[in-house]
Every structure is written in C-alpha cells, then in structure tokens.
C-alpha cells in the first residue's frame, strides 16, 4: 500500500517525542515514530513515499487540475506542482507547489519525494525530461463522451506523447453530464478495442458527480476572485479533496456515497500498479 502518512507527520510527532523522551535524538525519535505508523523503521517509511504521479492530456478542461490536487490530498503526497507555461514569464516554467510555497525557476529539480505533478495542456516535454524519466504513473483524465469518434484522436495523441516512457497509464473516463452509464460505457469499450495493440494502458470509469462542481470544491473567497482573469490561474490553497468533501458531514456522506466508494477503487487501482501488485 502506498503510504498515506506524511514527512511532515513523521517530523511532527517526532520532535514531540523528542520533548517527551530527551535521550533520544532526533534520528532515534524518527525511527520510533515510523514504527508507531506501522513501518520496520524511517528508511521502511521513505521507500514507501517514493512515488510520482503526472496528470496529462493534451486536452483542456477534462479536469486534470482537480484530480491532481485530489490525489496530492488523499495520497498525502509531499508535493503537489503544477507546471504551466502560460503564465510564465520569458518562456520559463511557472511552477506552482501546494499547499504552501509558490516558485518560479527555469527547471524543476528531480526528487525522490511523493509527487503529484499537473502538466498542463501546453508543457513542453522536452524541457522536463527530468521530471518524465522519475513518473512512476500516469493519468489521463477525459470526459466519457470525448472517448468517442471526434474527440478520441486527442486521447491517443496525448497516449502517442507520453508512452515512449515505458510507464503504466491509466485512462480515467469521467462519466457524461446528462449521465447515460450505459452510453459511456460502451464509448470507453470502443476506444480499449482501437487501443488494444497498446500494453500497460489500464481503464477506469468514474461517474459524474455534483462533487466536482465549483461550490463544493473552492473557498468562497476565492471564487469571488477567481472572476478576475488575472487569477484564474493561481491555486486555491483551502480547497477540498473527493474524501475531505465526502467526510464532511452525514449530508454529504449520504449524497457522495457512490462517488466515495468508487473513488476510492480507484485510488486502490493507482496503489496496486505502483506497488506492482497488478
């Protein structure tokens, strides 16, 4: 299973444990704390955060951007970054990290940490070659009714783009607006036959939900601001998870509870190829 504890839980708990036990240094108190979350020692916990996601299509609007930040929250990733060039300056990458800091630099460093990165529409894949080489996953989000004839050949443009680099995919199907499963279905069984020559390419249908809409999802402040155009691209920092929504209130748990158990088949799904157990 992938861990869902954080470096920052683990930091945490053991400068805590720290003020509690003074014989111990901060190493020690690191172990001991790993181990109280169920792992053989910090080493064991670290193995187990090294992952990276990349949510990509060369489509807009399919909700790359939430989906990512979806997962940054519930996987608990050390880092969320969201790499956009439309908003940079002199042909440099804008990088924005979440939850806290806000960076702009000509290149993203390569990590090891637990990452969850949003490549928009328009990253230009040979300037993150260092990033695409550590992607142990990734994602390509798409609405039901764009896996049908028309929209399809984006879909397997943005496959063509990414699958030189040898890692699994997984293509997310959002169900339709006016939700005909059925329909959605059957388009998404279409494009796995004219996919099939295609390995390591893995299909998930997650059904539209009113979960997704602007007022569940974003602070009110920030859709007051979002209006401004110059804004439209920041992050809203106080914005929600699928799980977050969903643990809200009984409310929620009763409207989401569908949505709920099948998102979380699909974070299921990303935990078994990683850990190739798939």
């Known amino acids: 299973m992938i861990s869902t504890v954080s470096k ?16 111990l240094n901060y190493t020690q108190a690191l172990h001991k704390v790993s181990q109280q979350f169920g792992f053989k020692n910090y080493d064991h916990f670290k ?13 807009g609007g399919v909700g790359k951007t939430p989906i990512s930040r979806n997962l940054a929250i519930d996987l608990n990733s050390d880092k969320y970054i969201r790499v956009d060039y439309r908003v940079s300056m002199y042909d440099k ?7 806290k800091v806000k960076e702009y630099d000509k290149g993203i460093p390569k990590t090891n940490l637990s990452v969850v990165y949003d490549l928009c529409t328009y ?22 009714h764009e896996c049908g004839k028309g929209w399809n050949k984006i879909i397997i443009n943005s496959i063509h783009k990414i699958y030189e680099y040898n890692k699994p ?5 959002f169900g ?4 005909n499963k059925k329909e959605d279905i059957t388009l998404l069984d279409n494009l796995k036959f004219k996919l099939r020559a295609y390995t390591n390419i893995y299909y998930f249908y997650l059904p539209y939900s009113t979960i ?46 569908k949505i709920y158990n099948e998102y979380i088949m699909f974070l299921s799904l990303i935990e078994r190829i990683i850990k190739k157990d798939i």
């Open 47 to 59: 193995a187990s955060k090294k992952f990276n996601i990349a949510v990509y299509s060369q489509k």
């Open 212 to 257: 997704y809409n602007d007022d569940n999802v974003y602070s009110k402040d920030f859709l007051e601001k979002i209006i401004n155009f110059k804004n439209r691209y920041d992050l809203d920092f106080q914005a929600k998870s699928l799980s977050q929504i969903y643990h809200l209130t009984k409310s929620n748990k009763y409207r989401f509870q």
């Open 8 to 23: 920052k839980t683990i930091s945490e708990n053991a400068r805590k444990l720290q003020e509690e036990d003074k014989k």
């Open 176 to 179: 339709s607006y006016n939700y």
């Open 123 to 144: 990253t230009k894949f040979d300037k993150i070659t260092n990033i695409l080489e550590d992607i142990d996953l990734y994602i390509i989000p798409t609405r039901a």
């Open 93 to 99: 990458n804008f990088i924005q990290v979440f939850p």
């Open 169 to 173: 995919i997984i293509l997310l199907s």
